[in-house]
């Protein structure tokens, strides 16, 4: 079953209003005391892991963004090769649509590398907030000896 072209348009405005939303996400921002949220252990090391975790989430969502502002042109072009009718536009339509299928593959490979990517940051981190806690552990018990 085919799915007609306008379905499609909608679809991908809404993905893209989506994206434009993540956009415009701002950093976090930093409390009274400088810090960027108060935790258990927060130290240089947290705070590495924090820009990490931002350049990571930055650079993939301009990725995106990339892709999603190529995608908005490709389909400016689909939806006048199809308003005017001729049928040589409307042979160039199934280069342009292919395209944006690849674009959208793009998307979902960038936002999987992503998740993958932020989950490995997320584990590091708490990683180190363990041994942060086992090693503080440590130093109550070995004074009480």
Not at 49 to 55: R, S
């Amino acid at each position: 079953m085919a799915i007609p072209l306008s379905h499609f348009l909608r679809w991908f405005e809404a993905m893209e209003e989506d994206t434009i939303a993540r956009r415009n996400l701002t950093k976090p921002k930093q409390s009274s005391t400088g810090n960027r949220r108060l935790s258990y252990g927060e130290d240089e090391d947290d705070e590495e892991c924090d820009a990490e975790a931002w350049q990571t989430l930055s650079k993939s969502f301009k990725e995106v963004q990339s892709v999603l502002d190529q995608n908005r042109a490709l389909i400016q072009q689909v939806n006048e090769n199809h308003q005017s009718k001729i049928p040589d536009n409307m042979v160039k339509n199934v280069a342009l649509i292919k395209e944006i299928n690849g674009n959208i593959s793009r998307v979902m490979g960038i936002y999987s590398d992503l998740s993958l990517n932020f989950t490995k940051i997320v584990q590091q981190r708490r990683a180190m907030m363990n041994n942060n806690r086992s090693s503080c552990d440590g130093k109550v018990e070995s004074s009480d000896s």
